[in-house]
């Protein structure tokens, strides 16, 4: 048995595995800046990533290419996600923590809702972003679509640490995000950088929901939900205050899925969210501050 | 006195219900030193706070090289060239030192005179720029407080607001601080505004000083006047 194990098939499921971990690594980061900066879980992720899937579908419908409509969309719910922020969230600003949340919650119905009532209930699917062929990489036969959609989730991952590394708008936005009040005082327009941070997970989202669609034969308005919570173990797995954390996080996750799924016969794929799950709870109680966060302690 | 910087006329302030201040007026020259001195919970931090923006003002007018400042927001009085050093110190402890140092050029444009602000920062303070990759919060406390100084100096300031710069420090980390604040003060004219608990040092290092009671200027006047007089020194000089 152990002797005829396929180690190619093993290769394959962990490219497989880090694919998906890829798209969830784009929404954990976003779940990360947001909860950076406000201290809080955007419940409305994975349902704004979700509306900005339908703009580019849209896109594509009315004749754009994929990568075209890929780009646009972006570029539409970076726009959107300050909006939201400066409407939505600005008037909640300085109010307690619970409250934000709560705000989070109703947002998510709220876009949920919205989007029912723009498209409605057909089956619709995104074209390939790749070629549905395999290429053959040192014997192993793999999917373009795997790998390109790890290139572009980690493309998408690099560009962000970038800004945030090289840029001087990127330095204030975390500088707002360590202290408010210091920030202001070195001349940070602070709420902007909110603003700012919104948009950017915004745009962030729309990446992992435009990568998500087209591997399904049809997606509705529920699209983003098992991916939110895919995000948010794997974000909770490397630590949820931690961008570094939340990608690796959620590559491991990714492949641990997957891998759990491929070769444990009952888990299937029927049971894949539930192990999700298991690892939210088990980091929760074994290391609350994930792999690469920062154990905090409080005064009480 | 010389021309004033900054003028406070009758300045109130409150934390929600609470009002802190009752009609605080004080002056700072250019390039003056002004201490303001008082007990726990007199009003020091809150009048800084007022004049940067950080505390809700109800009351009175504050100008700012004839600017009213009165109703603006912290960034936009940073803006205009006033450096609060908050009580705490307002480090970013999870950048690092170079990165608290770019920040307190944040609002600036001229990348020329940025360079040169940099360099004479370093000269003041010679280790930060062996240490500018170590993360801010790993310093010392007297080391945050010289970094909050030197950010301060960075936006090329004309007045520096310092909160209790004392607070939790060796004293011999805090001479050294006082002394480099005389000689900024002394080699560059700059106008700076401090509040401290420890009086003396306070009152060696201003030209004027004003004394709070609970929310009002009880005493003011020239540092040296001021340690002489019989009640300043028994309630905030000990002897």
């Known amino acids: 048995m152990l002797l005829a194990f396929d180690w190619t098939e093993l290769a394959q499921q962990v490219v497989v595995g880090l694919a998906s971990g890829g798209v969830w690594a784009t929404l954990a980061l976003a779940l990360v800046l947001i909860y950076r900066s406000t201290g809080v879980v955007n419940f409305a992720q994975g349902e704004m990533a979700m509306f900005s899937t339908f703009i580019a579908w849209s896109l594509v419908h009315h004749g754009f290419s994929y990568w075209a409509a890929f780009s646009l969309t972006i570029a539409i719910s970076f726009l959107g996600g300050v909006a939201v922020e400066r409407v939505v969230i600005r008037p909640v600003e300085d109010a307690p923590m619970l409250t934000v949340v709560i705000v989070t919650l109703g947002l998510f119905f709220v876009v949920n809702g919205a989007a029912r009532w723009i498209w409605s209930p057909e089956t619709r699917g995104l074209p390939n972003a790749f070629s549905t062929r395999p290429i053959d990489v040192g014997g192993v036969a793999f999917s373009i679509q795997d790998l390109g959609t790890i290139a572009v989730s980690l493309g998408a991952v690099g560009l962000l640490w970038l800004f945030f590394r090289f840029t001087k708008l990127g330095l204030a936005s975390r500088a707002a995000a360590v202290n408010r009040e210091a920030s202001r005082l070195l001349g940070v327009r602070v709420s902007w950088m909110l603003a700012l941070g919104w948009g950017l997970a915004a745009a962030m989202g729309a990446v992992s929901g435009m990568l998500t669609a087209p591997a399904l034969a049809s997606f509705d308005q529920n699209l983003m939900q098992p991916v939110l919570l895919y995000a948010f173990a794997g974000a909770v797995l490397g630590g949820i205050d931690s961008p570094f954390g939340a990608v690796v996080g959620s590559l491991i996750l990714g492949v641990l899925v997957n891998l759990i799924g491929t070769y444990v016969d009952w888990v299937g794929t029927e049971l894949r969210l539930p192990v999700a799950l298991a690892v939210i709870l088990g980091v929760l109680l074994i290391r609350p501050a994930g792999l690469f966060g920062k154990p905090t302690a409080r005064r009480v | 006195m010389p021309e004033p910087l900054l003028q406070l006329e009758q300045v109130e302030a409150r934390y929600g219900p609470v009002k802190a201040l009752h009609g605080i007026s004080l002056t700072v020259g250019q390039g003056e030193i002004v201490a303001v001195l008082g007990a726990n919970g007199a009003g020091k931090t809150t009048t800084l706070r007022a004049i940067s923006g950080t505390v809700r003002r109800s009351g009175g007018e504050i100008v700012f090289a004839g600017h009213r400042i009165s109703r603006r927001p912290p960034e936009a009085v940073a803006r205009l060239g ?76 004309r007045l520096v607001l310092l909160d209790e710069p004392s607070l939790g420090l060796a004293p011999m980390v805090v001479t050294e601080i006082f002394r480099i604040v005389r000689e900024l003060n002394e080699r560059e004219g700059l106008a700076v505004l401090v509040v401290e608990q420890n009086a003396m040092l306070a009152l060696e290092a201003s030209a004027r000083a004003y004394v709070l009671e609970v929310g009002k200027v009880a005493v003011e006047g020239p540092s040296a006047e001021l340690r002489r007089n019989d009640s300043v020194r028994r309630s905030y000089l000990g002897y």
């Open chain 2, 82 to 157: 006033v450096a609060h050093v908050p009580e705490g110190r307002g480090t970013l402890t999870e950048l690092s030192v170079r990165e608290n140092l770019r920040l307190g050029a944040y609002v600036r444009r001229d990348r020329a005179g940025i360079r040169e602000d940099e360099r004479r920062v370093h000269s003041y303070f010679p280790w930060l720029e062996q240490r500018g990759g170590q993360s801010a919060g790993t310093l010392s406390g007297g080391e945050q407080q010289m970094l909050a100084l030197a950010r301060a100096l960075m936006s090329r300031p």
